[in-house]
Protein backbone atom coordinates (compact mmCIF):
# COMPACT_ATOMS: atom_id res chain seq x y z
CA UNK A 1 0.00 0.00 0.00
CA UNK A 2 1.37 3.30 -1.02
CA UNK A 3 1.51 5.28 2.51
CA UNK A 4 -1.55 7.24 2.40
CA UNK A 5 -2.17 10.71 4.13
CA UNK A 6 -5.37 10.83 6.19
CA UNK A 7 -7.08 14.62 7.13
CA UNK A 8 -8.44 14.98 10.28
CA UNK A 9 -11.34 17.85 10.44
CA UNK A 10 -10.79 18.79 14.48
CA UNK A 11 -7.96 18.56 16.59
CA UNK A 12 -9.53 17.64 20.09
CA UNK A 13 -9.27 14.28 21.97
CA UNK A 14 -10.75 12.27 19.55
CA UNK A 15 -8.28 13.66 16.28
CA UNK A 16 -5.91 12.92 18.32
CA UNK A 17 -6.32 9.29 18.95
CA UNK A 18 -7.62 9.02 15.66
CA UNK A 19 -4.07 10.32 14.33
CA UNK A 20 -2.47 7.90 16.90
CA UNK A 21 -4.60 4.91 15.54
CA UNK A 22 -3.29 5.77 11.66
CA UNK A 23 -0.04 5.78 12.62
CA UNK A 24 0.22 2.43 13.32
CA UNK A 25 -1.01 1.85 9.40
CA UNK A 26 1.93 4.17 8.59
CA UNK A 27 -0.82 6.74 7.80
CA UNK A 28 0.25 10.24 7.87
CA UNK A 29 -2.46 12.84 9.24
CA UNK A 30 -2.77 16.37 8.56
CA UNK A 31 -5.32 18.10 10.96
CA UNK A 32 -7.62 21.31 10.74
CA UNK A 33 -8.08 23.30 13.71
CA UNK A 34 -8.44 26.64 14.34
CA UNK A 35 -7.30 26.57 17.66
CA UNK A 36 -3.21 27.00 17.72
CA UNK A 37 -3.33 24.74 21.41
CA UNK A 38 -5.27 21.77 19.76
CA UNK A 39 -4.32 18.63 21.42
CA UNK A 40 -4.06 16.83 17.91
CA UNK A 41 -1.34 18.75 16.80
CA UNK A 42 1.13 17.43 18.86
CA UNK A 43 0.75 14.07 16.94
CA UNK A 44 0.46 14.81 13.19
CA UNK A 45 2.86 16.09 10.47
CA UNK A 46 0.92 19.05 8.98
CA UNK A 47 -1.23 21.43 10.94
CA UNK A 48 -4.27 23.53 9.24
CA UNK A 49 -4.75 26.25 11.77
CA UNK A 50 -7.94 28.03 10.23
CA UNK A 51 -11.44 28.87 10.79
CA UNK A 52 -13.41 25.79 9.40
CA UNK A 53 -14.99 28.33 6.76
CA UNK A 54 -11.80 29.62 5.15
CA UNK A 55 -12.65 27.89 2.06
CA UNK A 56 -8.79 28.38 0.75
CA UNK A 57 -7.89 26.86 3.26
CA UNK A 58 -9.87 23.95 3.17
CA UNK A 59 -9.45 23.54 -0.58
CA UNK A 60 -5.53 23.43 -0.05
CA UNK A 61 -6.48 20.83 3.18
CA UNK A 62 -8.35 18.75 0.97
CA UNK A 63 -5.71 18.83 -2.24
CA UNK A 64 -3.24 17.70 0.39
CA UNK A 65 -4.62 14.32 1.40
CA UNK A 66 -6.25 11.27 0.32
CA UNK A 67 -9.03 11.16 2.32
CA UNK A 68 -10.94 12.65 5.21
CA UNK A 69 -12.97 12.08 8.09
CA UNK A 70 -14.18 14.66 10.89
CA UNK A 71 -14.33 14.23 14.84
CA UNK A 72 -17.23 16.43 15.42
CA UNK A 73 -20.46 17.54 13.60
CA UNK A 74 -20.35 21.46 13.92
CA UNK A 75 -18.50 21.95 10.78
CA UNK A 76 -20.62 24.14 8.13
CA UNK A 77 -21.58 22.14 5.53
CA UNK A 78 -20.45 23.77 2.86
CA UNK A 79 -17.01 22.94 3.78
CA UNK A 80 -17.47 19.72 4.21
CA UNK A 81 -18.84 19.51 0.54
CA UNK A 82 -15.65 20.83 -1.08
CA UNK A 83 -13.71 18.72 1.17
CA UNK A 84 -15.62 15.77 -1.00
CA UNK A 85 -15.10 17.21 -4.23
CA UNK A 86 -11.11 17.17 -3.95
CA UNK A 87 -10.76 13.81 -1.72
CA UNK A 88 -13.12 10.86 -0.54
CA UNK A 89 -14.58 12.03 2.88
CA UNK A 90 -15.84 9.52 5.12
CA UNK A 91 -18.75 9.63 6.36
CA UNK A 92 -20.01 11.36 3.45
CA UNK A 93 -21.63 15.07 3.66
CA UNK A 94 -24.83 13.23 3.54
CA UNK A 95 -24.27 11.99 6.66
CA UNK A 96 -22.66 15.30 8.32
CA UNK A 97 -26.05 16.60 7.19
CA UNK A 98 -28.48 14.59 8.99
CA UNK A 99 -26.21 14.56 12.07
CA UNK A 100 -25.75 18.25 12.74
CA UNK A 101 -29.13 19.04 13.08
CA UNK A 102 -31.93 17.37 15.57
CA UNK A 103 -35.06 18.13 13.38
CA UNK A 104 -33.36 16.56 10.29
CA UNK A 105 -32.09 13.88 12.16
CA UNK A 106 -35.20 12.94 14.21
CA UNK A 107 -37.00 12.47 10.75
CA UNK A 108 -34.47 10.86 9.52
CA UNK A 109 -34.19 8.32 12.24
CA UNK A 110 -38.37 7.99 11.92
CA UNK A 111 -39.28 7.75 8.87
CA UNK A 112 -36.28 6.75 7.02
CA UNK A 113 -33.99 4.13 9.56
CA UNK A 114 -37.51 3.65 10.65
CA UNK A 115 -36.18 3.18 14.02
CA UNK A 116 -38.40 4.23 17.32
CA UNK A 117 -37.63 8.09 18.85
CA UNK A 118 -39.16 10.36 20.94
CA UNK A 119 -42.05 12.05 20.07
CA UNK A 120 -40.76 15.41 18.51
CA UNK A 121 -42.17 18.76 17.10
CA UNK A 122 -40.90 21.02 15.36
CA UNK A 123 -40.57 25.01 16.90
CA UNK A 124 -40.05 27.64 15.34
CA UNK A 125 -41.81 30.62 17.18
CA UNK A 126 -43.11 30.99 20.74
CA UNK A 127 -46.54 29.71 19.53
CA UNK A 128 -44.92 26.48 17.85
CA UNK A 129 -43.79 26.08 21.38
CA UNK A 130 -47.01 26.32 23.32
CA UNK A 131 -48.70 24.76 20.43
CA UNK A 132 -46.20 21.79 21.23
CA UNK A 133 -45.76 21.67 24.67
CA UNK A 134 -50.23 21.28 24.76
CA UNK A 135 -49.58 17.64 22.33
CA UNK A 136 -47.08 16.37 25.07
CA UNK A 137 -49.22 15.50 27.95
CA UNK A 138 -46.27 14.68 30.30
CA UNK A 139 -42.78 16.43 30.76
CA UNK A 140 -40.22 17.68 28.05
CA UNK A 141 -37.22 18.88 26.76
CA UNK A 142 -37.16 22.38 24.88
CA UNK A 143 -33.54 21.54 22.47
CA UNK A 144 -31.83 23.50 19.94
CA UNK A 145 -31.46 22.08 16.38
CA UNK A 146 -27.98 22.50 16.64
CA UNK A 147 -24.91 22.96 18.17
CA UNK A 148 -25.83 20.95 21.22
CA UNK A 149 -23.48 18.78 23.31
CA UNK A 150 -23.04 17.37 26.61
CA UNK A 151 -26.24 18.99 27.77
CA UNK A 152 -26.02 22.13 26.59
CA UNK A 153 -28.83 23.85 24.44
CA UNK A 154 -31.20 21.54 26.07
CA UNK A 155 -34.01 22.89 28.63
CA UNK A 156 -36.35 20.50 30.92
CA UNK A 157 -40.16 21.84 30.55
CA UNK A 158 -42.05 20.15 33.50
CA UNK A 159 -45.79 21.48 33.85
CA UNK A 160 -44.78 24.17 36.08
CA UNK A 161 -41.75 25.76 34.57
CA UNK A 162 -42.18 29.10 32.82
CA UNK A 163 -42.36 28.63 28.61
CA UNK A 164 -41.72 32.43 27.97
CA UNK A 165 -38.96 32.13 30.39
CA UNK A 166 -37.25 28.54 28.47
CA UNK A 167 -38.12 30.37 25.13
CA UNK A 168 -36.35 33.50 25.78
CA UNK A 169 -33.38 31.76 27.32
CA UNK A 170 -32.62 29.14 24.91
CA UNK A 171 -30.69 31.51 22.66
CA UNK A 172 -32.23 30.11 19.33
CA UNK A 173 -35.64 29.95 17.15
CA UNK A 174 -34.67 26.71 15.77
CA UNK A 175 -36.09 24.09 18.17
CA UNK A 176 -37.48 21.55 18.71
CA UNK A 177 -39.83 19.65 21.99
CA UNK A 178 -39.03 16.52 22.46
CA UNK A 179 -41.27 14.27 24.87
CA UNK A 180 -39.47 13.31 28.10
CA UNK A 181 -38.63 9.33 28.11
CA UNK A 182 -38.85 7.49 31.42
CA UNK A 183 -35.93 5.71 30.52
CA UNK A 184 -34.64 3.05 32.49
CA UNK A 185 -30.89 3.56 31.74
CA UNK A 186 -28.58 4.36 28.77
CA UNK A 187 -26.84 2.79 26.47
CA UNK A 188 -25.06 3.17 23.00
CA UNK A 189 -24.02 1.16 20.48
CA UNK A 190 -21.13 1.93 17.80
CA UNK A 191 -20.92 0.45 14.18
CA UNK A 192 -18.56 0.28 11.52
CA UNK A 193 -18.97 0.19 7.54
CA UNK A 194 -16.83 0.10 5.26
CA UNK A 195 -17.58 0.86 1.33
CA UNK A 196 -18.16 -2.26 0.02
CA UNK A 197 -21.48 -2.41 2.75
CA UNK A 198 -19.58 -4.80 5.36
CA UNK A 199 -20.54 -4.09 8.84
CA UNK A 200 -18.98 -4.55 12.41
CA UNK A 201 -21.02 -3.76 15.24
CA UNK A 202 -19.02 -3.49 18.70
CA UNK A 203 -20.88 -4.82 21.72
CA UNK A 204 -23.40 -2.77 23.77
CA UNK A 205 -22.59 -0.46 26.73
CA UNK A 206 -24.42 1.55 29.49
CA UNK A 207 -23.51 5.39 30.02
CA UNK A 208 -23.48 6.89 32.76
CA UNK A 209 -23.15 10.99 33.09
CA UNK A 210 -22.17 13.23 35.98
CA UNK A 211 -23.90 17.08 34.81
CA UNK A 212 -24.88 16.27 31.95
CA UNK A 213 -21.27 15.23 30.88
CA UNK A 214 -20.28 11.19 30.22
CA UNK A 215 -18.76 9.70 33.37
CA UNK A 216 -18.85 6.11 32.84
CA UNK A 217 -19.26 4.12 30.44
CA UNK A 218 -19.31 -0.04 31.36
CA UNK A 219 -18.74 -2.74 28.61
CA UNK A 220 -21.20 -4.80 28.08
CA UNK A 221 -23.93 -3.06 29.43
CA UNK A 222 -24.56 -5.56 32.72
CA UNK A 223 -27.44 -7.88 32.38
CA UNK A 224 -28.13 -7.09 28.77
CA UNK A 225 -30.35 -9.75 27.44
CA UNK A 226 -29.61 -10.92 23.98
CA UNK A 227 -33.00 -10.03 23.14
CA UNK A 228 -32.22 -6.02 23.88
CA UNK A 229 -28.68 -6.67 22.88
CA UNK A 230 -29.56 -8.03 19.05
CA UNK A 231 -32.06 -5.05 18.29
CA UNK A 232 -29.54 -2.59 19.82
CA UNK A 233 -27.35 -4.51 16.92
CA UNK A 234 -30.61 -4.08 14.49
CA UNK A 235 -30.91 -0.48 15.04
CA UNK A 236 -27.56 0.11 13.71
CA UNK A 237 -27.38 -1.67 10.86
CA UNK A 238 -30.23 -0.14 9.89
CA UNK A 239 -29.53 3.60 10.51
CA UNK A 240 -25.89 2.84 8.84
CA UNK A 241 -27.09 1.18 5.62
CA UNK A 242 -29.67 4.14 4.92
CA UNK A 243 -26.82 6.32 5.85
CA UNK A 244 -25.06 4.40 3.14
CA UNK A 245 -21.93 5.27 5.99
CA UNK A 246 -18.44 4.91 4.88
CA UNK A 247 -17.22 5.02 9.04
CA UNK A 248 -18.37 4.72 12.17
CA UNK A 249 -21.53 5.64 13.60
CA UNK A 250 -22.47 6.06 17.65
CA UNK A 251 -25.87 5.76 18.34
CA UNK A 252 -27.13 6.44 21.94
CA UNK A 253 -30.32 5.07 23.11
CA UNK A 254 -32.55 4.79 25.87
CA UNK A 255 -33.71 1.87 27.18
CA UNK A 256 -36.62 1.61 28.15
CA UNK A 257 -38.56 -0.78 31.16
CA UNK A 258 -40.99 -2.77 29.08
CA UNK A 259 -37.32 -3.32 26.65
CA UNK A 260 -38.40 -0.98 24.08
CA UNK A 261 -35.09 1.04 22.68
CA UNK A 262 -35.26 4.79 21.68
CA UNK A 263 -32.61 6.32 19.87
CA UNK A 264 -31.67 9.47 21.22
CA UNK A 265 -28.86 10.92 19.07
CA UNK A 266 -26.36 9.59 16.57
CA UNK A 267 -22.84 11.03 16.17
CA UNK A 268 -20.70 9.42 12.71
CA UNK A 269 -17.31 9.62 14.58
CA UNK A 270 -15.84 8.40 17.27
CA UNK A 271 -17.54 8.86 20.26
CA UNK A 272 -16.75 9.07 24.23
CA UNK A 273 -18.62 5.74 24.64
CA UNK A 274 -16.11 3.70 22.28
CA UNK A 275 -13.15 4.55 24.13
CA UNK A 276 -13.48 1.29 26.15
CA UNK A 277 -12.49 -0.10 22.87
CA UNK A 278 -8.77 1.33 22.97
CA UNK A 279 -8.25 -1.33 25.76
CA UNK A 280 -11.29 -3.92 25.20
CA UNK A 281 -11.22 -4.78 21.79
CA UNK A 282 -9.26 -6.45 19.01
CA UNK A 283 -10.15 -3.33 16.99
CA UNK A 284 -10.76 -0.10 18.68
CA UNK A 285 -13.27 2.63 17.08
CA UNK A 286 -10.13 4.69 16.39
CA UNK A 287 -8.71 2.54 14.15
CA UNK A 288 -11.59 1.20 12.49
CA UNK A 289 -12.50 5.06 11.54
CA UNK A 290 -9.33 5.11 9.83
CA UNK A 291 -9.92 1.95 8.42
CA UNK A 292 -12.99 2.75 6.68
CA UNK A 293 -11.70 6.33 5.20
CA UNK A 294 -8.91 4.95 3.64
CA UNK A 295 -10.16 1.69 2.35
CA UNK A 296 -8.86 -0.82 4.45
CA UNK A 297 -10.87 -3.87 5.56
CA UNK A 298 -12.65 -3.44 8.58
CA UNK A 299 -11.15 -5.30 11.86
CA UNK A 300 -12.86 -7.26 14.17
CA UNK A 301 -14.56 -5.91 17.01
CA UNK A 302 -14.83 -8.82 19.05
CA UNK A 303 -14.42 -7.94 23.01
CA UNK A 304 -10.86 -9.12 24.34
CA UNK A 305 -12.09 -7.56 28.29
CA UNK A 306 -14.59 -6.28 30.26
CA UNK A 307 -14.16 -2.69 30.59
CA UNK A 308 -15.25 0.15 32.96
CA UNK A 309 -14.38 3.33 31.05
CA UNK A 310 -13.79 6.10 33.35
CA UNK A 311 -13.56 9.89 31.94
CA UNK A 312 -11.12 12.04 34.03
CA UNK A 313 -12.95 15.93 33.79
CA UNK A 314 -11.29 18.75 34.94
CA UNK A 315 -8.97 18.07 37.89
CA UNK A 316 -9.92 14.70 37.76
CA UNK A 317 -6.91 13.99 35.44
CA UNK A 318 -4.05 14.62 38.64
CA UNK A 319 -5.29 10.74 39.72
CA UNK A 320 -3.90 9.62 36.47
CA UNK A 321 -0.29 9.39 37.66
CA UNK A 322 -1.00 6.85 40.40
CA UNK A 323 -2.86 4.92 38.28
CA UNK A 324 -0.90 4.38 35.56
CA UNK A 325 0.88 2.14 37.96
CA UNK A 326 -1.78 0.10 38.06
CA UNK A 327 -1.19 -2.80 35.59
CA UNK A 328 -5.31 -3.19 35.40
CA UNK A 329 -5.61 0.46 34.34
CA UNK A 330 -5.45 1.51 31.03
CA UNK A 331 -4.54 5.65 31.34
CA UNK A 332 -5.37 7.88 28.23
CA UNK A 333 -4.07 11.40 28.62
CA UNK A 334 -5.16 13.87 25.85
CA UNK A 335 -2.02 16.04 26.42
CA UNK A 336 -4.28 19.11 27.05
CA UNK A 337 -2.39 21.96 28.62
CA UNK A 338 -5.07 24.15 30.87
CA UNK A 339 -7.46 22.04 33.22
CA UNK A 340 -10.69 23.62 33.14
CA UNK A 341 -14.08 22.29 35.13
CA UNK A 342 -15.93 20.34 32.62
CA UNK A 343 -13.24 19.62 30.27
CA UNK A 344 -12.32 16.44 28.77
CA UNK A 345 -8.85 15.84 29.54
CA UNK A 346 -8.50 11.74 29.95
CA UNK A 347 -9.85 8.60 30.65
CA UNK A 348 -9.13 5.10 32.48
CA UNK A 349 -9.95 1.75 30.88
CA UNK A 350 -10.65 -0.50 34.09
CA UNK A 351 -9.84 -4.19 32.42
CA UNK A 352 -12.09 -5.76 34.45
CA UNK A 353 -11.28 -10.18 35.12
P1 LIG B 1 -28.50 14.83 24.10
O1 LIG B 1 -27.73 16.09 23.96
O2 LIG B 1 -29.70 14.75 23.24
O3 LIG B 1 -27.62 13.60 23.99
O4 LIG B 1 -29.03 14.81 25.62
C1 LIG B 1 -28.15 14.79 26.71
C2 LIG B 1 -28.76 13.97 27.83
O5 LIG B 1 -30.01 14.54 28.24
C3 LIG B 1 -29.08 12.53 27.44
O6 LIG B 1 -27.94 11.70 27.57
C4 LIG B 1 -30.18 12.19 28.45
O7 LIG B 1 -29.63 11.89 29.71
C5 LIG B 1 -30.93 13.50 28.56
N1 LIG B 1 -32.05 13.56 27.59
C6 LIG B 1 -32.01 14.06 26.36
N2 LIG B 1 -33.19 13.93 25.72
C7 LIG B 1 -34.01 13.33 26.59
C8 LIG B 1 -35.38 12.91 26.53
N3 LIG B 1 -36.14 13.13 25.45
N4 LIG B 1 -35.90 12.30 27.62
C9 LIG B 1 -35.15 12.08 28.73
N5 LIG B 1 -33.87 12.47 28.85
C10 LIG B 1 -33.30 13.08 27.80
Known sequence: ???????????????????????????????????????????????????????????????????????????????????????????????????????????????????????????????????????????????????????????????DTDLLEAWKSIGSNKLILEEFVPFKRELSIIIARDHNNNVQVYDTVENKHKNHILDQTIAPAPGISDKIAQSAKKIAINIANELDLIGILAIELFELNNGDLIVNEIAPRPHNSGHWTMDGCVTDQFEQAVRAAVGINLGSTERLFDIVMQNLIGKDIYIADNLMNDPNCRVHRYGKKEVRPGRKMGHINHLIR
Open 1 to 159: MKNKILGIIGGGQLGRMTALAAAKFGIECHIFDPDLNAPAFQVCSKTYINDYEDLNAIKEFANGIDAALYEFENIPLKSAQIIEELCLLRPSSFVLSVSQDRLIEKKFLLDKAKVQTAKFYECNSYEDLVNAKNLIKGSSVLKTRRFGYDGKGQIKINY
